[in-house]
């Protein structure tokens, strides 16, 4: 089953602009994973916040967490064409380790 | 480190036919290992997870008897495609771990086709 929501489902943004996308949920967590799929390819994981965490940074990367509204955020500042992908978030819940995927947000970055 | 890899990564089989995928973690032992399916521009599905030397828990909806998972070692867990039909054609990925509450790390995912 899904978590939850991802928007928007398709972005289209040029080279050097930031990009946001926004995950909702809706069971409570214990933490909340980014990856990054390319078309046909596997994952790679990108970042994880855990729930006490409100926000994180990796390089061009800055992921929010607000666990009141079940939601968060990532920000892709100064994009670059090599960032064009699908990008889903998944959470972590109770004490299987599972992960449940969002729907993703297919980005492009036109150069 | 913590490199996954799934073989085939592609393979067209016939109607009613078995399909073996694998999966193997290369420099870590994976205490569990996850199945997920992705249909084209969606997200994935968790199918299955699977613990070492025990059986698979499969999520709901998922037939355990056409879908067999198998993870008999540390390194490996293969997944079966019994008697294989049109509406199983997919992208399957698996997931593997130290343990459960690790981090997952991906394989690059097998594409399937029933003919």
């Known amino acids: 089953s899904q978590q939850g929501e991802e928007d928007p489902q398709a972005l289209s943004i040029q080279e050097g602009e930031n990009a946001t996308m926004n995950c909702s949920y809706k069971t409570s967590i214990n933490n909340l994973q980014w990856y990054r799929q390319n078309s046909g390819r596997g994952l790679v994981h990108l970042i994880l916040i855990r729930s006490n965490e409100r926000e994180k940074h990796s390089g061009r990367l800055r992921v929010t967490l607000d666990t009141s509204k079940k939601s968060s955020s990532l920000l892709i500042t100064a994009s670059r064409a090599a960032d064009t992908a699908s990008y889903f978030c998944a959470t972590v819940s109770g004490n299987t380790g599972k992960l449940i995927f969002g729907q993703g947000t297919t980005l492009q970055v036109k150069p | 480190g913590a490199v996954v890899s799934q073989h085939p990564s592609w393979v067209i089989c016939k109607s009613g036919t078995s399909v073996k995928i694998e999966c193997r973690s290369l420099?870590?032992?994976?205490?569990?290992m996850f199945w997920y399916r992705q249909f084209p521009k969606q997200s994935l599905m968790l199918m299955a997870t699977s613990n070492e030397g025990s059986k698979a828990t499969y999520e709901q909806g998922v037939e355990k008897d056409k879908f067999l998972i198998n993870h008999a070692s540390l390194t490996l867990s293969t997944l079966t495609v019994t008697s294989a039909h049109p509406e199983d054609s997919s992208f399957y990925i698996c997931?593997?771990?130290?343990?459960?509450?690790?981090?997952?790390?991906f394989g690059p995912g097998t594409r399937l086709t029933v003919t």
């Open positions: 997931s593997a771990s130290p343990g459960q509450f690790y981090e997952q790390y």
């Open positions: 420099d870590f032992q994976a205490t569990t």
